[in-house]
């Protein structure tokens, strides 16, 4: 049954004007596609009443807080930017573990939201919740940060806030059909999606200002190098280079490949995993190989090396590498309807080639660059 856009705003906007009554309302902006469609919901039903605000958290792409105010002007909506970066760094410096990162997080960005809510004299705060976030988050997958009512948290109590999530059933596909009725450009609609933590969740492990600045470096050279109609996700993740060559693992992927020169090494890092419908926080693998095996062939075979190896959570293939940098990137491309289930896109190898080359040129700390050969499950479309 397809999804009527028309319907679904008819009756979308009196329940918005309903639950608001007089009271006004803030929406945190990140850039992407389901809190955009949630500002031009809740925009067409408030108008005047609905404040916008986008926190520059410092795990933003390139560019993001211009890009934002000039797409969210063009519905006639004006954004405030704050810059909150130091505060960001500051309380997520020698925190490692992934769902630690998520829940503080989360206790910071709404923290800042409850401060915002009661300076501007704002009852609720919107965001662009859909389907997807909450159903992960309640199946212990992973800790979405714009999760709360879903888990037991109180906003009112707690931050000072309502919240107001209009999208909060729809999925990935239903949101961008709703982004085009309701005027966003395509560029906003059809953008892949991008975390609400932003760059924090490619950034595995410690949170660090250089690993940060190579991360989003690597972020934006992968954008440029993969077009739209190829993938629905794609983008670069970074991660320390320690770790130590696994000889189960070489076996595994020497007999699987058959290529005798197989070496697979197992990173101190930590990926995010899916086993039957509960998160698995595993390693991450990295393979180097002889020959180029083909893409398609590299997906089918990671399955058995992480049931062979179960301590593995994801793997990866080498592409270019210089051996030395106390970080590894690895580029992400994945193709998908809804995003609980993905798989990976078959790239050629040159182009590979080419995105590693220019990622080792422009960031110098990075030793060696992968590409994630690991679908939905058993792994998730982030890393963290």
Request: aromatic share 8%; proline share 4%.
């Amino acid at each position: 049954m397809s999804f009527d856009c028309a319907k679904f705003v008819e009756r979308a906007i009196p329940k918005i004007q309903a639950q608001v009554g007089n009271s006004n309302a803030l929406i945190a902006l990140s850039g992407g596609v389901d809190s955009s469609v949630a500002a031009a919901l809740v925009n067409r039903a408030l108008g005047k009443k609905l404040k916008a605000v986008f926190l520059d958290t410092g795990f933003m792409r390139e560019g993001e807080p211009e890009s934002v105010r000039k797409n969210m002007f063009a519905i006639g909506l004006e954004v405030e930017v704050r810059d909150v970066k130091e505060e960001f760094f500051g309380v997520l410096k020698g925190v490692s573990d992934a769902e630690e990162k998520r829940k503080i997080f989360r206790e910071t960005f709404y923290n800042i939201f409850g401060r915002e809510s009661k300076t501007s004299g704002c009852e609720y705060l919107v965001q662009g919740t859909i389907a997807p976030d909450w159903i992960e988050t309640q199946g212990g997958i992973k800790s979405q940060h714009n999760v709360l009512e879903q888990i037991g948290i109180d906003s009112k109590t707690k931050f000072g806030f309502k919240v107001l999530e209009p999208l909060a059933y729809l999925y990935k596909d239903q949101v961008r059909e709703l982004g085009k009725y309701l005027g966003l450009s395509e560029e906003v609609f059809m953008r892949q999606p991008f975390p609400g933590p932003g760059l924090m969740v490619r950034c595995v492990g410690e949170v660090k200002k250089d690993k940060v600045a190579s991360l989003s470096k690597s972020v934006a050279i992968v954008e440029k190098g993969i077009a739209r109609s190829e993938a629905q996700q794609y983008f670069a993740a970074v991660f320390d280079s320690k770790g130590r060559s696994d000889i189960d693992a070489t076996k595994t992927a020497q007999e699987l490949l058959n290529d005798p020169k197989a070496e697979a090494f197992v990173f101190e890092a930590k990926g995010t995993g899916v086993k039957g419908d509960l998160r698995k926080y595993g390693n991450i693998c990295g393979l180097s190989l002889s020959k180029k095996v083909p893409l398609p062939e590299l997906e089918k075979k990671q399955l058995d090396i992480i049931i062979r190896n179960p301590e593995i959570a994801r793997v990866l293939v080498k592409i270019e590498g210089r051996g030395k940098g106390p970080y590894c990137a690895t580029i992400r491309a994945i193709r998908t309807r809804d995003f609980m289930t993905c798989g990976i896109v078959n790239l050629e190898w040159a182009r590979l080639e080419s995105m590693a080359a220019e990622i080792l040129a422009k960031c110098p700390n990075i030793a060696d660059v992968y590409y994630d050969v690991t679908p939905k499950p058993p792994a998730t479309v982030e890393f963290e």
